[in-house]
């Protein structure tokens, strides 16, 4: 099993910061990419930001330059470092990590790949 700890969420005014984190514990064998997805009310889950193994990144186009995704392999953590803040950055905030399993089959190591969802947490951007 995996758990993925959501914090940082919360009330900010526009313009403001915010720092997201998630951090995955479990008897996984390794992490791969890692994204944010948000759903804001009445749309659609979106993807916000991905950080793959080897760092490389991508953004959705409303938060380049805005936003920043990282990630601490270490501490298993990814981390969504979101500044100037605007209303329509109101949404709930899901992270995303794609983990494998190593197991045993024949006497060989067999992988298995899941992804994982965390709880969300909630950003809110004052008018």
């Known amino acids: 099993q995996v758990h993925l700890a959501e914090s940082g969420g919360g009330l900010v005014q526009t313009g403001g910061s915010l720092r997201l984190s998630c951090a995955a514990s479990?008897?996984?064998?390794?992490?791969?990419?890692m994204a944010w997805y948000r759903q804001a009310p009445g749309k659609q889950r979106g993807l916000v930001a991905t950080?793959?193994?080897?760092?490389?990144?991508n953004y959705a186009d409303s938060v380049k330059g805005r936003f920043v995704i990282s990630r601490d392999d270490a501490k298993n953590t990814v981390y969504l470092e979101m500044n100037n803040l605007k209303p329509e950055d109101t949404a709930v905030y899901y992270c995303?990590?794609?983990?494998?399993?190593?197991?045993?089959?024949?006497?060989?190591?067999?992988?298995?790949?899941?992804?994982?969802w965390g709880q969300g947490t909630l950003v809110t951007v004052s008018s």
């Open positions: 950080i793959r193994k080897s760092g490389a990144t």
């Open positions: 995303n990590v794609d983990v494998i399993y190593r197991g045993v089959e024949a006497g060989i190591p067999t992988d298995r790949y899941q992804e994982v």
């Open positions: 479990g008897n996984f064998f390794k992490i791969n990419d």
